[in-house]
């Protein structure tokens, strides 16, 4: 989604947030079994000068249709995180 510079582990060191690389991104995710569904926790790095509230907003809409359609799977609730903000280049 626009606006997302990449994953966060979820675990904080020192006040800094780890930028995960393509190999690591399962880090930035945590499912969990809810009652009626699947609990998807996200937590991600967003850029500098982008409405935090638009990206989390259209990271969770995507994730649920694309896990909801792909997998076939109920999804209970998709928690964003907003570990840090980036300055882009």
Not at 1 to 28: E, H, I, P, R
Not at 58 to 66: I, M, R, S
Request: overall charge negative; glycine content about 10%.
């Amino acid at each position: 989604c626009y606006g997302v510079v990449g994953m966060a582990s979820q675990k904080m060191m020192d006040g800094f947030y780890d930028l995960l690389g393509k190999d690591n991104y399962s880090k930035g995710i945590v499912v969990e079994e809810g009652q009626t569904g699947s609990i998807i926790n996200l937590y991600i790095i967003v850029g500098y000068g982008v409405k935090i509230s638009e990206i989390v907003y259209e990271v969770q809409k995507k994730v649920k249709y694309v896990l909801e359609k792909t997998l076939d799977i109920d999804i209970e609730a998709v928690n964003v995180y907003v570990q840090s903000i980036r300055v882009m280049d």
